[in-house]
């Protein structure tokens, strides 16, 4: 049904394209600095997230990128997991990072400065966050922020020993009663897929098409792999 279901944390894919007159290896490895400097606060969860609670930072963050020009000079891609639409249910399943309505400002300044994004829509929880109206919250965030890209492997999680059981404390927590039906119905599975993994799927798709937005899992990876050449320069990639 699906290839596999993961746990994400911010990834990133950049790529600096350094002129065919500059071959030093000394003068590259300058030019990836500051790259990363102009970049550094989509690439590092922990300041974006405090950033984003001060307008100030956004729009300095926003300056980092004009002054570089990167959208001009060079691609970088910017990837952020997007899995829950309601901001308080948002902050039980995500606590002490950004609420997705944080997040989705990122994505328009993105926008703004014409840097390309992709959301990784995952994982989505069976009995919590797995609605129609969870999801068409996100694919309007998406479709809004003009994203290049979503990467869904499929509606559910997995649940490794270890996991599982941290996984169930937290549900007992938060979710009275409902640990008792991950049981029920998922027992010791490793795949936990959603009853309603078809129908949102068909939606994400349905989306996806309607919008021109990338959504097979190794197209948006084949995009995010293609550096596109400019001006007869020479481009040197790095992942972050």
Known sequence: ????????DWKTVAVMQVSAAVR??????????????????????????SH???QSH???MQGQFQNYQINNKSKCVVQMTLTTYNEDLCKIIEPNVSTTKERFEV??????????????????LPYINDTEENIRGILNYCVEAKVKGIIVFGIGLTLRDG????????????FKGLKEKYISRYGNSYEVVSENHEILMKIIKETCEKNNIICGVEEVFKYMKTFEEKNNEIQVSFDI
Not at 1 to 8: E, P, Q, R, Y
Not at 27 to 46: D, F, G, H, I
Not at 108 to 123: A, E, L, S, Y
Not at 163 to 174: C, G
């Open 1 to 8: 049904m699906f290839n596999k279901f993961t746990a994400v």
């Open 24 to 49: 030093s290896e000394a003068v590259l490895r300058m030019a990836k600095e500051q790259l990363l400097s102009a970049v550094y606060y989509c690439y590092c969860p922990q300041h974006l997230m």
């Open 52 to 54: 984003l609670h001060r």
């Open 58 to 60: 956004i729009c300095s």
């Open 107 to 124: 994505l328009k300044i993105m926008r703004d400065n014409g840097i390309p994004t992709v959301v990784w829509i995952c994982p989505i």
């Open 163 to 174: 996991n599982r059981e941290y996984y169930y404390k937290n549900l007992d927590k938060n």
